[in-house]
């Protein structure tokens, strides 16, 4: 428990007042709204989890195992059920995954080697999640209580792929996360339009995300740089 109390204490100045000004954000809308504990550790574990990827921490593995369960049972009762296959089926069993995949690859303590991708795979890989996207939003829009079938598709799909290349440590994750985020706040605004349960704190979180990942892309891209200089194979690497 020490030792990972102990992870908090490098955090950047930003990194601190960004955690804690979203957490008292969405305690002041849980408590407006009557938003539930459980959406709260829902949304508090996500937020520690994903400040913890843009730091290329594998401790992030820990939270998301959590976050991901919990979010699962969030999605369903709203009726997302891409959602609920991409947490519980994927997200979960990643998490696992992830751990052994980045152990391999530590840089200092608990720090990976981040790296990046060539333009041509780069644009396989969106071109690959365009065409999934469009198909798998189809399929969903034939569940007769499905919610916005293609928002919950594009944040599905892109985070299926996002999280392969997080796996992968390619930088390029961080702009699948940034549209993930975008359609997720627009999702969740939505349902909470509806009047859901767990609907404010949902939307406090992925709109953290949202910053998170824009401060994600900058660290990894800065550092992915720095590490191709010092070895320069790494730049050569394809996926």
Same mark, same amino acid.
């Given at each position: 428990?020490?030792k990972?109390?102990?992870?908090?204490?490098?955090?950047t100045?930003?990194?601190?007042?960004?955690?804690v000004?979203?957490?008292?954000?969405?305690?002041g809308?849980s408590i407006?709204w009557g938003?539930?504990?459980?959406s709260?550790s829902?949304?508090? =574990?996500?937020?520690?989890c994903?400040v913890?990827?843009?730091?290329?921490s594998?401790?992030?593995?820990s939270y998301?195992l959590?976050?991901?369960?919990?979010y699962s049972?969030?999605a369903w009762?709203n009726?997302?059920?891409?959602?609920?296959?991409l947490n519980?089926?994927?997200f979960?069993?990643?998490?696992?995954?992830?751990?052994?995949?980045?152990?391999?690859?530590?840089d200092?303590?608990?720090t990976?080697?981040m790296r990046k991708?060539?333009?041509?795979?780069?644009?396989?890989?969106?071109?690959?999640?365009?065409a =999934? =996207?469009?198909a798998?939003?189809?399929?969903l829009s034939?569940?007769?209580?499905?919610?916005t079938?293609?928002f919950d598709?594009?944040? =599905?799909?892109l985070?299926v792929i996002?999280?392969?290349?997080?796996?992968l440590?390619y930088?390029?994750?961080?702009v699948l996360?940034?549209?993930v985020?975008?359609?997720s706040?627009?999702?969740?605004a939505?349902r909470?339009h509806?009047?859901?349960?767990?609907a404010?704190?949902m939307i406090?979180?992925?709109?953290a995300y949202?910053?998170?990942?824009?401060?994600g892309?900058y660290?990894w891209?800065?550092?992915s740089?720095?590490?191709?200089a010092?070895?320069p194979q790494?730049?050569d690497?394809?996926v």
């Amino acid at each position: 428990m020490k030792k990972l109390l102990g992870m908090f204490g490098d955090w950047t100045l930003f990194e601190k007042i960004w955690l804690v000004v979203f957490s008292l954000t969405a305690i002041g809308l849980s408590i407006v709204w009557g938003d539930t504990l459980f959406s709260f550790s829902v949304f508090i =574990t996500g937020c520690i989890c994903v400040v913890l990827v843009a730091r290329g921490s594998i401790w992030n593995y820990s939270y998301g195992l959590y976050n991901a369960a919990g979010y699962s049972w969030l999605a369903w009762q709203n009726g997302l059920f891409g959602e609920v296959t991409l947490n519980a089926g994927y997200f979960v069993p990643a998490q696992i995954i992830g751990i052994f995949m980045w152990k391999k690859n530590l840089d200092k303590g608990s720090t990976i080697v981040m790296r990046k991708m060539k333009p041509s795979a780069t644009f396989i890989w969106l071109a690959i999640s365009a065409a =999934t =996207t469009a198909a798998y939003g189809y399929v969903l829009s034939l569940i007769p209580t499905q919610n916005t079938p293609y928002f919950d598709s594009c944040s =599905t799909v892109l985070s299926v792929i996002a999280m392969i290349l997080m796996m992968l440590r390619y930088r390029e994750q961080w702009v699948l996360w940034i549209i993930v985020d975008v359609v997720s706040v627009a999702m969740w605004a939505f349902r909470l339009h509806s009047g859901v349960e767990g609907a404010p704190s949902m939307i406090v979180m992925w709109a953290a995300y949202l910053i998170n990942a824009c401060y994600g892309w900058y660290k990894w891209n800065k550092l992915s740089i720095l590490e191709s200089a010092v070895q320069p194979q790494l730049e050569d690497v394809n996926v």
